[in-house]
Each structure stands twice: as structure tokens, then as C-alpha cells.
Nanobody
Framework: QVRLVESGGGLVQPGGSLRLSCAAS????????MAWYRQGPGKQREWIAR???????VYADSVKGRFTISRDSAKNTMYLQMNSLKPEDTAVYYC?????????WGPGTQVTVSA
């Protein structure tokens, strides 16, 4: 059973940075389509960054130029570097892995951007 666990969330001031991690319980990056989502207070969960099947990266307009998705296959860990954070980035951040009918989610990590 594949498990994903996010970490690295916290409280940060506007303009600050955080790096989130998503640790997978086994080697899945060559098989699973990996992505980051977030859910802000009172909002629906939204996709923000993902890897394509060719390994390229794609970003939602709301985070493009500020966030960077990456992965270290040797460590079975995916990252989300978040720079120039804004109050509207406040949300629970989730990592997601999909392969066929398998749709795995981590429990999420809270990011709060506030002065």
C-alpha cells in the first residue's frame, strides 16, 4: 500500500519562503503521476503543480513563477519550493500520486501566510 506524507508546512510572513516535502513509502515516481494540490479555507481543493509523463513541470497560473516542483527519486521524495508567499497561499497542501485506478493522497500540511 503506497503511502504519502507531507511535511514542511508552518507559519510564514508574506514574501517569505517554505519548502514542502512529500515522502513516498516506496519508489513510485517512475510509475505514478505526481502533483501538488491545496485547499484554502472555505475553498475547493485545487491543483497547483504537477509532473507530466515526460517529466516536465506544469503550474497553475496562481503559483507560476513563485513555486517550483521537484523530486528526488533516490529519496522517494517530492518537493514544492514556495517563494514570494502571499496571504492567499494560506491552505492545506497535499501531495497526490495517480496510476491507473490508484489515487493516493497524503494527510496534508498546513501553510499559513500572515504578518
Amino acid at each position: 500500500q503506497v503511502r504519502l506524507v507531507e511535511s514542511g508546512g508552518g507559519l510564514v510572513q508574506p514574501g517569505g519562503s517554505l519548502r514542502l516535502s512529500c515522502a513516498a513509502s516506496e519508489s513510485i515516481f517512475s510509475t505514478y503521476a505526481m502533483a501538488w494540490y491545496r485547499q484554502g479555507p472555505g475553498k475547493q481543493r485545487e491543483w497547483i503543480a504537477r509532473f507530466t509523463s515526460s517529466g516536465s513541470t506544469v503550474y497553475a497560473d496562481s503559483v507560476k513563477g513563485r513555486f517550483t516542483i521537484s523530486r528526488d527519486s533516490a529519496k522517494n521524495t517530492m518537493y514544492l519550493q514556495m517563494n514570494s508567499l502571499k496571504p492567499e497561499d494560506t491552505a492545506v497542501y497535499y501531495c497526490n500520486g495517480r496510476w491507473g485506478v490508484n489515487d493516493k493522497w497524503g494527510p496534508g500540511t498546513q501553510v499559513t501566510v500572515s504578518a
